[in-house]
Structures are given as structure tokens and as C-alpha cells.
């Protein structure tokens, strides 16, 4: 995958920022939201400034594959970014 520093996110300032959080093994520890909460730079984006970070699973948005697992990213990604419609209805 490709790697962005802070930096460069930060010349976009993005108004939506989704994170993927890569635990190792079963080690459950904090989300990359968490991780990076202290970081100056991270506390300067428009995103975290108005709470539109959205932590998302890795396990679907990372490893999944196909149509199915497609359709589960757009519909999640939508569901926040419009949380006033009802997905479930369209």
C-alpha cells in the first residue's frame, strides 16, 4: 500500500478521514485514532478538528475481495459520510 506522512495529508486537509487500525496477531491495542491523538500535526486536520475520523475494519476495507466486499466499503463509507439517509431504504 502507499504511505502518507501527516504532512502531506495535512496540504489536503481533508474534511473526511477513514483509518484502518493493523493490530498484530490477537494484541488488541488502540485504534490509530488513539495512537495518533497527541500528535500535533494530527490535531491540525479539519477532520479530527470536527470529529470526522471514522475508524473502519480492516478486515473487510484491507483484505476483503470481490463485489461483496465492495458493496460493504460503499455502504459504509456512505452510511458516514450521509448519515441522514437511510441506506436500508434505498
Not at 30 to 49: C, D, F, G, T, Y
Not at 75 to 85: D, S, V
Amino acid at each position: 500500500g502507499t504511505k502518507y506522512s501527516l504532512e502531506e495529508i495535512l496540504k489536503e486537509d481533508p474534511d473526511v478521514i477513514f483509518v484502518e487500525t493493523f493490530n498484530l496477531g490477537n494484541n488488541k491495542g488502540p485504534s490509530l485514532s488513539e495512537q495518533l491523538a497527541n500528535n500535533r500535526i494530527w490535531k491540525r486536520l479539519k477532520a479530527v478538528k470536527n470529529d470526522n475520523v471514522h475508524e473502519v475494519r480492516t478486515s473487510i476495507w484491507a483484505n476483503g475481495r470481490g463485489v461483496g466486499s465492495l458493496t460493504i466499503i460503499l455502504r459504509e463509507a456512505a452510511e458516514q459520510l450521509y448519515p441522514t439517509i437511510d441506506f436500508e431504504k434505498e
